[in-house]
């Protein structure tokens, strides 16, 4: 029996791998062995709890590494004795963190093949993302088997050589977490959520990039508090990163603005019926770029690149940058104009279908020759008359897979169910 070893460290990871550790634990094809480095701490800790993933080792990196030359040598020398230990027939990681380099760079020196989910997403710009996008171009010449969430990921990796043999299409497992989460039926935990209850529009804004850091970020500060004052009726929701640099930088400009509710980061429940209810979305997230379109939120990505263009081309993400009069012009455009932002929220999702970990371990198991290998995954394309069909229906649920419109409509309920408490007729 194929013997894996799956390694991550941040909430992200954590999110993405959770599905295929549940996938391969329930296929029995596999001994799993699930390492954590902890580069995120806290939030790491709570995606696992909602999983039920308990790791068989956890490096706790951070405690003593904070920065990335201590995660990169940690990781390494935390990863090698378990390499020796479990003699792993392949180690799968996810992603672009520091986790996901330096342990793929331990495996090829113990020379054990990697499996690298979620491969082929590029920017061409070696400093944005920072340090991500040369992560992941480093997994990329260290892996043997490369899971591509899109064909657009596809063809990067081909663009750069890799053997097309070695690359499957899955879709994003991101999407496949989601639906998981929804089958729990939990409950929020956050206070500060029931105070946006009473919004009828929402703006969601996360934002915490080392490329945004300073300047970049004082810009998104001034622009979030711009569209507070204008929209005074409207909510804005922050959750903070707990980086003092990010807090520094981006919280001034929101100070005793009533409307705007700063929170610490949200766990991944909350965050999840977070997106559910907003109106739109200001991020500088990979996940949630993926995850606001699943249901039906424009996205405003606060980043001069992404290595996520298959939203952009469907036309439910736009690239608004850092600058202030752009994020505030093209937020408002959306507010303001219902035509506009329909056009947006269309939730033409290019990026899963909740069957990603299966094709996960279905091209595990085919490197291994134990099956066939996967069908592809192909985004679906929405046709005229789709869109015409939902223009005629714009109160109604996005076009998104059933489980997905549940939690949409359980957001929407619950908005509703609190507006009417804090009514004042109550």
Not at 143 to 156: E, F, K, Q, V, Y
Not at 372 to 383: L, Q, R, S, W, Y
Request: hydrophobic content about 40%; proline content about 8%.
């Amino acid at each position: 029996m194929p013997r894996i070893l799956v390694v991550y460290g941040t909430r992200p990871e954590a999110i993405k791998l959770a599905p295929v550790v549940t996938a391969l634990r329930r296929t029995h094809c596999f001994e799993t062995v699930v390492a954590v480095t902890a580069q995120h701490r806290l939030m790491l800790d709570q995606v696992n709890e909602i999983f039920g993933i308990r790791p068989d080792h956890d490096l706790d990196l951070l405690r003593d590494r904070p920065n990335l030359t201590g995660i990169t040598a940690g990781t390494i020398e935390g990863i090698e004795p378990l390499l020796a230990k479990h003699k792993p027939d392949m180690m799968l990681v996810q992603g672009d963190t520091t986790t996901v380099f330096a342990a793929a760079l331990a495996a090829f020196y113990a020379q054990v093949p990697v499996a690298h989910l979620e491969a082929g997403l590029r920017t061409s710009h070696r400093y944005d993302p920072y340090p991500e996008e040369i992560n992941r171009r480093l997994a990329t010449v260290l892996a043997s088997l490369h899971l591509a969430p899109t064909s657009n990921a596809r063809r990067n990796l081909e663009h750069e050589g890799v053997d097309p043999a070695s690359i499957h299409v899955t879709g994003n497992t991101v999407i496949d977490a989601l639906l998981q989460v929804h089958g729990m039926h939990l409950p929020t935990t956050e206070p500060a959520l029931d105070r946006i209850g009473g919004a009828e529009r929402l703006i969601l804004v996360t934002s915490h990039r080392r490329e945004n850091w300073g300047a970049p970020m004082e810009r998104i500060g001034r622009a979030v508090a711009r569209l507070a004052r204008r929209y005074p009726q409207a909510k804005v929701l922050l959750p903070a990163h707990l980086n003092p640099i990010v807090r520094e930088s981006l919280l001034p400009p929101l100070e005793g603005l009533d409307n705007v509710v700063v929170t610490a980061p949200l766990d991944y429940v909350d965050m999840a019926h977070a997106v559910a209810a907003s109106t739109i979305v200001l991020t500088d997230s990979g996940g949630v770029q993926e995850e606001a379109p699943s249901l039906g939120k424009p996205v405003l990505v606060l980043r001069e690149t992404t290595e996520r263009p298959e939203a952009v081309e469907a036309g439910t993400v736009a690239l608004v940058g850092t600058d202030e009069d752009r994020i505030v012009d093209t937020a408002s455009e959306l507010l303001d104009e219902p035509d506009r932002y329909f056009e947006m929220a269309r939730a033409v999702n290019p990026y899963g279908d909740g069957r990603a970990a299966d094709r996960v371990v279905a091209a595990l198991g085919a490197h291994f020759g134990l099956r066939e290998p996967p069908e592809e995954f192909i985004a679906p394309v929405e046709t005229e008359a789709e869109a015409e069909s939902r223009r005629h229906r714009r109160a109604g649920a996005p076009a998104m897979h059933p489980a997905l419109a549940h939690l949409w409509w359980g957001a929407r309920e619950q908005r509703q169910q609190r507006t009417a408490a804090n009514s004042p007729q109550n």
